[in-house]
T-cell receptor, first 114, second 113 residues
Framework: NAGVTQTPKFRVLKTGQSMTLLCAQDMNHEYMYWYRQDPGMGLRLIHYSVGEGTTAKGEVPDGYNVSRLKKQNFLLGLESAAPSQTSVYFC?????????????FGSGTRLTVV | EDQVTQSPEALRLQEGESSSLNCSYTVSGLRGLFWYRQDPGKGPEFLFTLYSAGEEKEKERLKATLTKKESFLHITAPKPEDSATYLCPKEVSGSSNTGKLIFGQGTTLQVKP
């Protein structure tokens, strides 16, 4: 049972380039989330999805887009990367009742924009 | 507005030296207060969920408690392998069962042998 898998693990982008981060879960979870983690800021919610075909904005959505075409996958896109998007990105998933077992997080993608 | 504040930011303990980590939160309809452990270079790992004041959960050397305004993570006789960053997010109030969490900055614990 792989849990939540994020690809890639590391990436360096030049300002203005685009990329897609992939999150895949094999636990049949309904909810999926993208967070970013920056030093001194804690984890902040970018976008989330409560089911296949649905997405919604979180706390810091600007500069990012998401898609959830299949229940098991949640994609995070950066259309035109900026140095301010240098961060560690975490994907997470959960059952309908989050409290039962909390989120399951992926191992993260470390992105550097130069 | 939902807010979570953790203290201290960093804590150094000797092996066997018990202590507590503090997590204070805005009291606007608590839907769930969570504790996670995060090792360097890894994603957070779920530890506990607490729902109501007076509730307690235990796992090995860790015990989480909840009051109306705070949660504590008590670490009894810690070992070096307990070294990690501990996070205590709460479920965002009024989030219509979307499961959104708000995080504080975390407490980084170092246990020296």
């Amino acid at each position: 049972n792989a849990g939540v898998t994020q690809t890639p693990k590391f990436r360096v982008l030049k300002t203005g380039q685009s990329m897609t981060l992939l999150c895949a879960q094999d636990m049949n979870h309904e909810y999926m989330y993208w967070y970013r983690q920056d030093p001194g800021m804690g984890l902040r919610l970018i976008h989330y999805s409560v089911g296949e075909g649905t997405t919604a904005k979180g706390e810091v959505p600007d500069g990012y887009n998401v898609s959830r075409l299949k229940k098991q996958n949640f994609l995070l896109g950066l259309e035109s990367a900026a140095p301010s998007q240098t961060s560690v990105y975490f994907c997470a998933s959960s059952y309908l009742v989050v409290g039962a077992s909390g989120y399951t997080f992926g191992s993260g993608t470390r992105l550097t924009v130069v | 507005e939902d807010q979570v504040t953790q203290s201290p930011e960093a804590l150094r303990l000797q092996e066997g030296e018990s202590s507590s980590l503090n997590c204070s939160y805005t009291v606007s309809g608590l839907r769930g207060l969570f504790w996670y452990r995060q090792d360097p270079g890894k994603g957070p790992e779920f530890l506990f969920t607490l729902y109501s004041a007076g509730e307690e959960k235990e796992k090995e050397r860790l015990k989480a408690t909840l009051t109306k305004k705070e949660s504590f993570l008590h670490i009894t006789a810690p070992k070096p392998e307990d070294s990690a960053t501990y996070l205590c997010p709460k479920e965002v109030s009024g989030s219509s069962n979307t499961g959104k969490l708000i995080f504080g900055q975390g407490t980084t614990l170092q246990v020296k042998p």
